[in-house]
């Protein structure tokens, strides 16, 4: 066979391969790239700021303030006491505060469900990224790194007796599930219980009621050489409280406005600590601060309050064994306050997380008490924020206030307020 012809061969055969592949292919186009994953990885977050809770005055249809309230039908024993309660519902307001994280880049719709007893859903709003009609405010629901709010209003159709709360959920794009985004309800998420005093006590109310829960963040490390510091403890919003732990009737004034406190802390931790007390002359008291848990002692000493001088017999120096103390009523675990720089102090009590707060007293009506409290019992914002304390700490020599730029409230009158 010669060479011209094995040449042709072998072209012919090339060129049936060619038109075999190009036939099998056919008019297929390239299959498409897959669509960009999430560049958070885990989907977006959030971080819960806190939630206002407000009762507002009820209103005639006029606009004025009510004062006759809304009519009241009696039960079959003839007690004038069933409201209607769903008209009453539509005085309450929730607005949820919370700041973006990372990955809003594919959210499409941030939803916002006001939660009832639980499993009830009576109300929801929902917004769409695109949506021509949003504003400012809702453009931020979907980037990240903003602070946020929304608020929800009871429109009167359901009854809000029982406990409330505001979950946050999102939708990706191209996708109909809706993900929460809140917490787990729980000690870092809590609900609102309204009671029917709540509602009726709306009646009649000349300025709204604003109660703002804010999550008590988990046990914080804090710094190795504040044990070796002295402190005053100024609740936000009020004053150097500390006096109150050597007296709870004593009076602010200025010349027993220096008495501080150290810590010590406990089994190596760095989170829980004792308390020892020194007067406004720098004189270190006996023993360790401790709260009081006996009901028995009456007004002088109430339940929660805070005393000086844990010695096993109460601190009265009597050795009165009958109200003798256990070591764990001097322990406070520290916790993040919900504003820089300031703390909580947490004690559990049979059970039950207590915080200290500055509370007025409820015999006397004058004197604010230094005491641990239910975050649920607190039922003014003025306790409620007294919660956060800033440690205020103390120059070695003279006892006086370091000097320092961090906001505290020591001097300015802003947001000054009396507990109730």
Known sequence: MSGALIFILVLVAALIITLYMVYKKGGSSPAPAPAPAPSSGG???IDVQGIERTLNPDKKDDGTSSTSGYAIREYSSGTPTDYDLNELSKNISMTLQWKNKGGFENVEKIIAQWHHNTSSIPMRKEFTKNNENNNNTVTKYFTNFTDNTVTLTANGS?????TNIIRLYYVLAGTTDEVELTPPVGTDFQEWTITIPDLSGTIGMVEPTTYTWTPSRGGMKIEKDMFTKQYRMWPFAGYNATLKIEDQTRAWATNNNKHTVSMVPVEGANNRVKFILYNHEGTKLPGYVYTNQDISQGSTYGFGELRKGYTNDCGDGTGNTQCAIDED?????????????????KQNIDGVDYFLVLKKHVTDGINDRFKMMKIEDMTDSCTYNSMDIFMAPMTATHRTVDTTTIPDRRTTTHDHCRPT
């Not at 359901?158 to 029982?162: D, I, L, S």
């Not at 009523?329 to 102090?345: A, D, L, M, N, V």
């Open 43 to 45: 989907g977006p977050s």
């Open 329 to 345: 009523q001097t322990i406070y675990e520290i916790i993040e306050g919900s504003k820089p720089y300031h703390y909580r102090f």
């Open 158 to 162: 359901f009854n809000a007796v029982g």
